[in-house]
């Protein structure tokens, strides 16, 4: 089902807000566009402007980011590009493009959603009924707790912006860093809001209370605070508003599957839209033989690592629904090489055979956001599709709720977290027959990370463990390849993890320069 919540007033959306001044995370409206007096008077207005935060601005960290931290730090992922390798083994300095990417995506979504929300209050007193924009309040502040939920586990202690707009037309923008607890505290109190003011359900795409209450319920799980974090899981799981879509593989290669009832919180895309309005990620991780041809993409720039490929459990599907190996195909998916449907082929032998057959260093690709060449009713525009980009999905919450009730305990047997846990692995093909009967930190660490490849989650499930535990997992790690010299050896890459300052990456340098209080010690901001 295509959502409706974004396209219609996105245009307009995008001409209100103009970078305005020399930091990455000021969002200021221009002067020469709607004004309280004469805009915001519905709820029309409200929802188109709120449509903005689903998309495009999230775009300069779902582009590459994404998977630099979540998936090639994390030991899931392996590439030799120059755009992601520094994550392979922890070199990343402030200069890195996609440091700079991300901070600029993560404060140019608090930017938006505070501009709205500031307005937002300012225009309840001019109107007879303001429950429509406590909505979109509500709305806007699920996206900023979301967006300084992401600043506090990429880059750590970082500034909290209030007011943009009054920063800008001071200039000063020597703004602290606050405590890490400090900013999760912070996007707590937003999804608190929202969960107190957003809808139970609303349309396909739009976040709802329960939206709220499964981030509150990881930001919980983050903190070690189990209490609170099964509480909030099991808020969700009692609705009855969610499941487990029966199709994991449809999920993340068709977009008639977005907004399904697995869904909490998906990034809307529009291949329509082309670049910053479309999903680009199979650009990126689809193969050449595939997509070349009809996209001029298909890059394998970053690929299934061999030590995730080694993690999967023998009879879990996931592998095959997540990841393109040799004899992986799709009928559907036709292009001049491929005229009767594609075939991963991984037996490359020479030049002459790179139309229809891969050479990777892992033998394999991510198969999850790839649609295809297009043709076969998916939308496919250039190097962007409609896929959406899964951000919170029921199976998270199911699993939060199973290592919630575990909390600091060496092991648990609790029927309900069994439950919980065993139900996302029948999807995955596990039969009841091979229940757990009892679970512990590691197998649930494990579930999470094959259930989740590719979403840009593992690094944070590995960083929140603490240095210690961190550092044991990075360490024996297999981050390497296979050669080419026929006999399938591992040209070995390991990584470690040496200082706790490994665990995030550097604030952009550029920032420092700016803005110096950037370079000190994160101080309180309660």
């Known amino acids: 089902m295509k959502t409706k919540i974004i396209y219609p007033a996105l245009l307009l959306t995008m001409l209100m807000f103009t970078f305005a001044c020399k930091k990455d995370f000021l969002e200021k409206p221009s002067r020469?566009?709607?004004?309280?007096?004469?805009?915001?008077?519905?709820?029309?207005?409200?929802?188109?402007?709120?449509?903005?935060?689903?998309?495009?601005?999230?775009?300069?960290?779902?582009?590459?980011?994404?998977?630099?931290?979540?998936?090639?730090?994390?030991g899931n992922m392996y590439t030799g590009d120059p755009k992601y390798n520094t994550y392979l083994n922890f070199s990343i300095s402030g200069t890195d493009e996609q440091v700079t990417r991300s901070w600029y995506a993560f404060y140019k979504v608090a930017g938006n959603a505070t501009v709205l929300i500031n307005t937002f209050e300012q225009k309840k007193s001019r109107v007879s009924d303001p429950a429509f924009l406590t909505q979109g309040i509500?709305?806007?502040?699920?996206?900023?707790?979301?967006?300084?939920?992401?600043?506090?586990?990429?880059?750590?202690?970082?500034?909290?912006?209030?007011?943009?707009?009054?920063l800008a037309e001071t200039g000063k923008f020597n703004v602290p860093r606050y405590l890490q607890a400090d900013v999760l505290k912070f996007a707590i109190e937003d999804l608190k809001f929202a969960e107190a003011n957003l809808q139970p359900s609303d349309e396909p795409g739009r976040v709802t209370q329960y939206s709220a209450k499964g981030m509150m319920a990881k930001i919980y799980l983050y903190l070690k605070d189990y209490a609170n974090a099964k509480a909030k899981a099991n808020e969700v799981i009692t609705s009855g508003k969610f499941s487990l879509y029966p199709?994991?593989?449809?999920?993340?290669?068709?977009?008639?599957?977005?907004?399904?009832?697995?869904?909490?919180?998906?990034?809307?895309?529009?291949?329509?839209?082309?670049?910053?309005?479309?999903?680009?990620?199979?650009?990126?991780?689809?193969?050449?033989?595939?997509?070349?041809?009809?996209?001029?993409a298909g890059w394998s720039a970053i690929l299934p690592s061999i030590d995730l490929l080694n993690s999967y459990?023998?009879?879990?599907?996931?592998?095959?629904?997540?990841?393109?190996?040799?004899?992986?195909?799709r009928p559907d998916w036709k292009n001049v090489n491929f005229p009767n449907g594609f075939v991963y082929d991984t037996t490359y032998v020479t030049n002459a055979d790179e139309k229809t057959k891969?050479?990777?260093?892992?033998?394999?690709?991510?198969?999850?956001?790839?649609?295809?060449?297009?043709?076969?009713?998916?939308?496919?525009?250039?190097?962007?599709t409609d896929i959406n980009t899964y951000i919170l999905r029921y199976a998270d919450v199911l699993l939060i709720y199973a290592e919630a009730t575990l909390g600091a305990?060496?092991?648990?047997?609790?029927?309900?977290?069994?439950?919980?846990?065993?139900?996302?692995?029948?999807r995955a093909g596990f039969?009841?027959?091979?229940?757990?009967?009892?679970?512990?930190?590691?197998?649930?660490?494990?579930?999470?990370?094959?259930?989740?490849?590719?979403?840009?989650?593992?690094?944070?499930?590995?960083?929140?463990?603490?240095?210690?535990?961190?550092k044991q997992i990075v360490d024996n790690q297999e981050r390497g390849t296979y050669g080419f010299n026929g006999k399938h050896e591992i040209q070995s890459i390991k990584a470690t993890l040496r200082t706790e300052a490994n665990l995030f990456i550097p604030i952009p340098t550029t920032e420092i320069l700016t803005n110096p209080e950037l370079g000190k010690p994160a101080v309180p901001y309660y």
């Open 32 to 74: 020469n566009e709607p004004t309280l007096e004469t805009y915001y008077d519905n709820a029309t207005q409200v929802r188109g402007a709120t449509g903005l935060l689903y998309n495009s601005i999230w775009y300069e960290y779902q582009d590459k980011a994404f998977h630099a931290i979540g998936e090639v730090l994390s």
């Open 138 to 166: 509500a709305e806007a502040r699920f996206m900023r707790g979301v967006a300084y939920f992401y600043l506090a586990r990429v880059f750590g202690a970082v500034p909290i912006i209030t007011d943009p707009v009054v």
């Open 247 to 296: 199709d994991y593989s449809k999920m993340f290669t068709d977009p008639s599957a977005n907004n399904n009832p697995e869904v909490l919180f998906a990034l809307q895309w529009l291949a329509a839209g082309g670049y910053s309005i479309g999903n680009p990620i199979q650009a990126y991780v689809g193969p050449s033989t595939l997509l070349l041809p009809t996209t001029g």
């Open 313 to 329: 459990e023998f009879g879990d599907k996931r592998r095959g629904w997540s990841i393109m190996e040799q004899g992986f195909s």
């Open 358 to 384: 891969i050479k990777t260093g892992t033998r394999s690709n991510a198969l999850k956001y790839v649609v295809g060449p297009g043709g076969n009713g998916v939308n496919v525009n250039g190097t962007s």
């Open 409 to 426: 305990n060496a092991s648990t047997a609790d029927a309900t977290a069994l439950k919980a846990f065993n139900e996302v692995r029948h």
């Open 431 to 470: 039969g009841v027959s091979a229940d757990k009967t009892s679970l512990n930190a590691d197998m649930i660490l494990h579930e999470r990370r094959v259930e989740f490849a590719f979403e840009g989650d593992y690094w944070f499930d590995i960083q929140r463990l603490g240095f210690a535990k961190a």
